[in-house]
């Protein structure tokens, strides 16, 4: 089968698993953020399992379906309850597919979210990040090998990879509800270590101010297939060498737990923003 006949078979299996025939977005949800989900109206799941050419996470904090409903009525969405990674040891292509099936799905925008660690010093466990630009540092790109027309463009420009509009908007839902939300530049690597104390220095001289194993792969293909992006990281811990202590993916989901309520208020809000548009702009 090709690409496009796995990307229908996944797209039907799932439309014919809720009631919704499409979406108007999406959001993934990263480690020990995926309760965000089950605040949906109306909302139905779907065990990546069950979905032809899907995988199942091994990743504690990522509980592996898809679960779509409503943020506000007419307004059915998909969160992805965790996600596959390259450390996996899957291939970019089976890591960014889900990302090609929300595209069918509908989705216009997709909001990716993150724990990651924090390589500016002003940045402790608990803050919340809006990605405004990143560093591919995984070695590779998603869009290695053939280029089938339907998906998107042969060479991307990836000025403006994260939306400058959803970006002033999350802004100002953050200032509405007196949540701080920082800016900075996030840097994907490939995993699973965590970084060295030598490679955290080299980030920040890079101009990193947050580092994780996910979300890079992801906001290449969603751009190549016209998906306007958003991205969140959740600050889980301050990253090697800043306090000497040993990292620990427990710390992760801590710091993620005890971030839970303010990131929830953000998304909905947001979310509900969005759903007060007819569309989104080109």
Not at 118 to 146: A, Y
Not at 147 to 176: C, I, W
Not at 239 to 262: C, F, P, S, W, Y
Request: glycine content about 10%; proline content about 6%; hydrophobic content about 40%.
């Amino acid at each position: 089968m090709t690409l496009a006949e796995h990307i229908q078979e996944a797209t039907r299996f799932i439309q014919g698993a809720n009631p919704f025939s499409a979406i108007r977005g999406a959001v993934i949800l990263g480690s020990g953020l995926g309760e965000f989900a089950d605040g949906l109206q109306n909302v139905h799941y779907v065990n990546y399992a069950d979905i032809p050419h899907f995988h199942q996470p091994t990743i504690s904090g990522h509980a592996g379906r898809l679960a779509i409903g409503e943020i506000a009525p007419g307004f059915p969405i998909a969160c992805m309850q965790g996600r596959f990674h390259y450390y996996e040891g899957h291939d970019l292509n089976t890591v960014v597919f889900p990302t090609r099936v929300l595209k069918a799905l509908g989705a216009e925008f997709l909001i990716v979210t993150n724990a990651a660690g924090g390589v500016n010093t002003q940045f402790p466990p608990g803050t919340l990040m809006l990605i405004e630009d990143h560093l591919n540092l995984t070695g590779t790109n998603p869009l290695i090998g053939p280029n089938p027309e339907f998906l998107g463009p042969r060479f991307l420009d990836m000025t403006q990879a994260y939306d400058s509009k959803l970006r002033q908007m999350a802004q100002e839902v953050a200032a509405h509800h007196t949540i701080t939300l920082e800016s900075g530049v996030y840097a994907g690597l490939s995993g699973p270590t965590y970084e060295t104390p030598a490679e955290v220095r080299m980030l920040r001289t890079l101009g990193a101010d947050a580092v994780g194993m996910s979300t890079v792969p992801e906001v290449i293909v969603a751009n190549h297939m016209g998906i306007k992006v958003l991205g969140i990281s959740c600050i889980t811990n301050a990253a090697a060498g800043i306090t000497g202590e040993k990292l620990n993916h427990q710390e992760v989901m801590d710091t993620a737990e005890q971030t839970k309520q303010r990131f929830v208020t953000l998304l909905s809000g947001l979310l509900n923003q969005l759903a007060a548009q007819p569309a989104l702009s080109a």
